[in-house]
C-alpha cells in the first residue's frame, strides 16, 4: 500500500488504522511502502511502478489524479463491490461523494477523506489592530487591508497569507471557482480561464503580492500559523487539527470560510481517495476489505479528529457517538462541512500530459505571485502553454 504527503498526521492516520484492521484481521498484513511527498510524485510514482509491473495493491491518490489512472487502465472498477456490500446507502457512501470518483460510467475509488479552502485566522493579532474575528472582512481587498494592519505592528509578522502553491493548483482553482470561473471549454480542448473570471483569479495574486506578502511554502507557513507570526492564512481545512494541536492554546485560532466572489462561487473538493490497482482476485479482494475498512464510519471519525479533513462516509458525521456530537463542539472542524453545499470537484486535466499541464500552471502562478510579471501577461501566457500541451497529448 502506498499513501502521499507523510507529514503532520497523515502518517500517524494510516499507520493506526493499518494497526486497527489487523489487530481486526490477523490474518491479513499490511505493508507500507515508502511514501510520495505529494500527489503528483505520486502518481508518477505509480506510473512508473505500472511500467515495470510493480503496482501495488492498494494506493492513495489525489481527487484531481484519479482520471489521469482510469485513462491509462491503473485503477479498478468498484461499482460491482459496492453492490455486493449492500450499496452505497448502507455503506455511507452519499451520492455526492461518490459522483467525486465517477469515470467512465463506473467508480475508480472511494474518497478518503475531503478538504475545502478555509481561513486560518489568529484571533489576537486580529484584536490587536482593532478587528472583530467574528466579523472578518468578506472579500479579499479587505482581508488584504486587515493583515497590512497587522503586518505594520511588526517586522516578524505576516499579516496575510495564501498558500498559493497548494498540489494540483487547487487554490488557484478555488479562486477561479469563487468567481464562477471555468479550466477549460466544454470538449476540453482549450483553456477556459482565459476570461474575467481568470484574470480576476490572478490579478488577486498581483494584489497579494503587491501587498507585501512573502513567498512561503506550506513547510514554512504552517509552522509560522503555529507559532503565532501569521495573521489570517489561507489554506486547506487538512491542517485544522494540527494547528489547534501545534498552538496548543497559546493563542484562539478561528477558522473561516473562504469568500465566495459570486453567487456561484464554489470551493473545489480537496483530499484523497484509495484506488485498486490489484489484478490478482485474493489481492483485489484484500484490497478491497481494507479500503471498506479505511472508509468505514468508525475509521473515518478517527481520521477525522486527527485531521480538519471531513470524512467521506455520512454516517460518521450523522452519528452521535461518532461525530454528530463532536461537530457541535469543535467549531473549526465544522467550517469546512459547513461548505459542503458551494462543494465542487477538483479539476482534473485530461490526457498524458495532466501532470505537466499542473506544473506548467504552478510555475506561472509563482511569477505572478513573486511580482516577476503581471496578471494580465501571465494569463495570456498560462492559456497558451496550457492549450499547447493540451494538443500534444
Not at 498581483?206 to 495573521?231: C, D, H, V, Y
Not at 485530461?350 to 501571465?378: K, W, Y
Request: glycine share 8%; charged share 20%; hydrophobic share 45%.
Amino acid at each position: 500500500m502506498m499513501f502521499p504527503f507523510p507529514v503532520g498526521n497523515n502518517r500517524e492516520i494510516h499507520s493506526g488504522l493499518a494497526e486497527r484492521f489487523m489487530r481486526a484481521n490477523p490474518d491479513m498484513k499490511i505493508k507500507f511502502r515508502n511514501p510520495a511527498q505529494n500527489y503528483e510524485e505520486m502518481s508518477q510514482q505509480i506510473l512508473r511502478a505500472a511500467l515495470i509491473g510493480q503496482l501495488p495493491d492498494l494506493s492513495f491518490h489525489g481527487l484531481n489524479l484519479l482520471r489521469l489512472l482510469v485513462e491509462r487502465d491503473l485503477a479498478q472498477p468498484l461499482a460491482g463491490r459496492i453492490s455486493a456490500a449492500g450499496g452505497a446507502d448502507l455503506l455511507g457512501y452519499a451520492p455526492a461523494v461518490l459522483d467525486i470518483v465517477r469515470q467512465r460510467g463506473d467508480i475508480y475509488g472511494i474518497p478518503f477523506f475531503i478538504s475545502t479552502p478555509v481561513l486560518y485566522v489568529n484571533e489576537t493579532l486580529v484584536h490587536d489592530v482593532g478587528g472583530d474575528p467574528s466579523l472578518l472582512p468578506v472579500d479579499w481587498p479587505g482581508l488584504v487591508a486587515l493583515g497590512q494592519k497587522i503586518n505594520a505592528t511588526s517586522a516578524t509578522r505576516t499579516g496575510f497569507y495564501f498558500q498559493w502553491d497548494v498540489t494540483g493548483n487547487w487554490m488557484w482553482q478555488a479562486l477561479l471557482f469563487s468567481r464562477g470561473g471555468r479550466i477549460l471549454s466544454d470538449d476540453e480542448k482549450t483553456a477556459a480561464f482565459d476570461s474575467p473570471e481568470g484574470l480576476w483569479a490572478l490579478e488577486q495574486l498581483e494584489a497579494f503580492a503587491r501587498s507585501g506578502m512573502p513567498n512561503l511554502k506550506s513547510a514554512q507557513a504552517r509552522p509560522a500559523l503555529a507559532a503565532g507570526t501569521i495573521g489570517i492564512l489561507a489554506d486547506s481545512s487538512s491542517n485544522i487539527a494540527y494547528a489547534e494541536q501545534q498552538i496548543a492554546g497559546r493563542f484562539p485560532l478561528r477558522v473561516a470560510t473562504f469568500p465566495l466572489a459570486s453567487p456561484n462561487g464554489k470551493v473545489p473538493a480537496g483530499g484523497a481517495l484509495g484506488v485498486i490497482h490489484a489484478q490478482d482476485p485474493r489481492r483485489a479482494d484484500a484490497a478491497w476489505k481494507y479500503l471498506q475498512f479505511c472508509t468505514s464510519p468508525e475509521s473515518q471519525a478517527f481520521m477525522a479528529r486527527l485531521t480538519g479533513y471531513m470524512p467521506s462516509n455520512s454516517k460518521s458525521i450523522t452519528d452521535p457517538s461518532l461525530l454528530g456530537a463532536y461537530y457541535q463542539e469543535a467549531r473549526n472542524q465544522k467550517v469546512s462541512v459547513d461548505q459542503l453545499p458551494v462543494m465542487t470537484n477538483w479539476y482534473a486535466f485530461p490526457g498524458a500530459n495532466a501532470v505537466r499541464i499542473i506544473d506548467t500552471i504552478r510555475n506561472h502562478l509563482e511569477s505572478v505571485v513573486t511580482g516577476r510579471q503581471g496578471a494580465s501577461q501571465t494569463l495570456k501566457q498560462m492559456a497558451a502553454d496550457v492549450n499547447r500541451l493540451i494538443g500534444a497529448a
